[in-house]
Every structure is written in C-alpha cells, then in structure tokens.
C-alpha cells in the first residue's frame, strides 16, 4: 500500500462529518491493505509511530526539500525509514537524522509530506479513531464488531487482530482469549457528576477510592511475574514492589488490576508526577526504591488459577481478590447492595469526604453484577472527583487541524502575576463547542497583536473559565507548574484580567 492512500484517507476521515463515513473510510483502507501491513496503517492513522521516539524534532522539520511529483513510498519504505532513523546515535547524529529525514521527505509529494510533517510532529488527531477501526475492521472482514471488540481487548493490539483478520478471516479471532503473560487493555471508567447520580445509575455497587497513581497489570505464573502499565508497556524490572507483592500473592497463576503510588511520611499521597518520574526511570531502580518507595494496591482480578474472571460478576471477582492479597494490599471500599437506603447513601458520602480528606482523587463506584469491560469505558464504572476551576486569561491560541483547521482553537493559559503580567500554565483545546470556535476565531483575529505562522498572539484581556484536574510541576513553563487535563468551561466576559487568579493560587493547590 502506498503512504498516499494513508495520507488521502486521513484527511478524508478528519473532514468527514459522522460516525458511518469514518467507518465506511477505514474499511475500504483496511480491503486494500496487506495483512502484514495494518499494524502500521493503523498506527498511523491514529497519529502514532510504531517506533515511538525517532530523534526528530521540530526544529527538523521547518525546511523541506521540494516534493516528489508523483507518489510512490510504500508502507514498508516509510516504517522501514523511521526504523532507521530512530537507530541513529553518536557525534553527528543530529546532521545525520535530518540528512535521512530529508530523504524520505524528498520521496513524498506534497500531500504526503504534510501527513508525515503532523504525525512526527504529534499533530495528527483523528478523534475516537480505534473504535472507529475496529467496526471498519468488521466491516472488511464480514465479522461481528463486538467480537472484534473483544479480540483487541484481549489480544491488547488492534494491529494484531487486524493482521489474523485480514490474512485468516473472522475464525482468526477465537485465537484471541486471555492469556497469564500477555496484557489485556484495562477497563476504565466514565464521569458521575456526584455520588448520588453515580448509585442512582447502578444500583448494587461497591464505592472504592480513586487513587492518582500509575495504573498496573500484574501476571503471575509460578515464579514469572510481569507487569504492564495500561498502555501495556512492560515495566517489571521498574516496579520491583509490585513484582514481590504479586509473587507474595495466594495464587499459582493470577492476573491484577491496580496502582502504584508514593506515600509522605504521615500517610498522604505524594503528587502524580512523583510517582511517574519514579516509574519512568531505567536507571538505578534499587537506588530509586530506597529514595521512594511505591506502594502497589489492588482493586480487581481477571484471572485466578485457571479460572478467567472476565465476565464474573465484580463481586465474584472481589471475592476472589480477597483470597489472594491481604486487606492492606486492596483498596479501600465499602459495598451498597440497596442504594435506596439513605443511611447507606449517607455512609457512601462520609466515605468519600474521608478519601478526600485523606489526599485521594475522588471515588470510583462499581456495579456489583457487572464483568470486566476490558479495553472500554465501561457504564458500570463511575468516576467522582471533585472538579477544579480557575479563571485564566488567553495570551495566544494556535490553528487547528482536521475538522477544526481554519479555526483557531488550541488556547495558550495565564494566571496573573503580583507585577500584573501573565504566566503561562499550559494549553488546551477541549470543551470549546463548533460555536464557540467560529466565535474565538473572528474575536482573537480582531484582538490579535501578531499573527504567526502557528497562530495569533493576544493581548492579555480575555479571560476564560478553565476545569482541571489538578496542578502538576513543569519544566516546560515559566512558573514551574501546569494543569493536568485542563478544558474550556465559558468565557467570563463579566471578568477583566486584573481580576484573572494568580500564580501564587495555582501553586496553592500544587502543596
């Protein structure tokens, strides 16, 4: 397959305006395709390198050579040209990865090279594109879209499902079931507004706290233990605590759903960022335990000596994780059979004040009855956190791309400083609606004080609400700090800058 067909199918799924047109698009990609190469097909199209880091950075990518006239490169040719420049180290590695870059680039004609510019660039969003996939995958293939839900669920890759599907047809997917060792996507959960909306929806649930950590797998078999992040990324030799807690576990063979967090000295928990910078590192992991140890803790269990857990009940598979890990070693819940009973609403609320009193993020609430979504934001988790918001003001905002290009949409976020100028913390370009767009592009066009190549610079007048999740530290900004999941909740055309939150109240919520 040629990268043209990836780079003209991209552009049409941005454009196109529903659900059936996207799937329609995917599935006569995917009937074109070989076999061999929907792994990468599909990487790319969800705006990802199979390679992951490359080297390549912006700055390579301001000057390009002139396109090529007609469209020749393969699938093959480009992820064989990433290949090699990610292997690309040493003195003059810089001159040599812009000297490969410049000759795959030569090789594109235009149109394709504007598809390779976003996707090294991170640029290139294509919305709910894997769900999209799979049901275009289907599609190909003449198979059940559930089924092939639960194939990439469990075979933790749609390129893989895809490559047997494509090749083998819909029997291939019966090959595809959980196995002790190899990661399956997690379940997560969807968004209540409060606890009492959360039991009102699912009725007999267990309320758990949500603790800001990294998400972990654990599988056990005999003596080999792994463990995967929830992008499925094995960091057994990382996470050493959670390895011991797994090989300490009343079971021969068992599969764990958790976190792992950092704990202060008083039994708070540390800041994400700690725990993630911890995790991330590959050096030096005994030295780093000692400096900060991570508790591992676990709330599910998808397999347990032979038995698959999947669709069991969660208050079958609760019970099950009881038997194997110790009470210090689960999170920490209580169970509602009848959420009608209002001393039962009324403990599930002391509850969850006492998780926030104690530093955790909220609770999540867990139908009784239901099974294991995995891969899915399932309905019958639900989320509650407290949500927070600040009033920031605009200082620049840049174009965006696929449907939103042409409108100016990814907004650069200030918070006031004592001297009256504006810090910035971060952008965003979530919760504006298509009206607000085509509102903030004609006002920030008339507002604007220089238009750049990227986007428009404003005058620090128009302040916006902003929700979050919370304050992390940064390198990246000026004051050292950003907000983590930040989305446009309404301008505050009622508000002048002066009266924008400051910088000293962000950090605030950082301690």
Known sequence: MLLADIARTSARI????????KVALLAGLFGRAEPAEVPVV?????GRLPQRRTGVGWRSLRTLPPPAAAPSLTVPDVDAAFSSLAEVSGKGAQAERKRRLDALLASATEEEQR??????GGELRQGALDAFAVEGLAAAVGAEPGEVRRAVMLGGSLGTVAQALLAEGPDALARFRLEVG????????QTAKDVDEALDKLGPCAVEEKLDGIRVQVHKDGEQVRVYTRTLEEITDRLPEAAEVARRADAARVVLDGEVIALREDGRPRPFQEVSGRVASR????????????????????HLDGADLLDAPASERHAALARVL????????????????????????EFAGEVLARGHEGVVVKALEAGYSAGRRGA???????????????????WGNGRRAGKLSNLHLGARREDGTFAMLGKTFKGLTDALLAWQTERFRELAVEERSWGVVLPPELVVEIAFDGVQRSTRYPEGVTLRFARVVRYRDEKRPE?????????ALLR
Do not use: Q
Request: charged share 20%; no cysteine; glycine share 4%.
């Open 326 to 349: 110790p009470e210090p070693l689960r999170v920490r819940g209580v169970a509602v059979p009848d959420p009608a009973d209002g001393a039962a609403r009324a403990a599930v609320r």
């Open 182 to 189: 190899r990661p399956v996507l997690p379940m997560l959960a």
């Open 499 to 507: 009266e924008a939150d400051t910088v000293e109240a962000v950090t």
């Open 380 to 398: 019958s988790w639900l989320k509650v956190k407290p949500v927070h918001t600040l009033d920031l003001v605009v200082l620049a905002a840049e």
């Open 14 to 21: 941005a454009a196109a305006p529903g659900r059936n047109e």
């Open 283 to 302: 050096l030096d992991v005994a030295g780093a335990s000692s400096e900060l140890p991570l508790h591992p803790v676990f709330f599910d269990v998808l």
């Open 42 to 46: 599909v990487t790319y199209l969800a």
């Open 115 to 120: 598809f390779l510019v976003r996707l090294i």
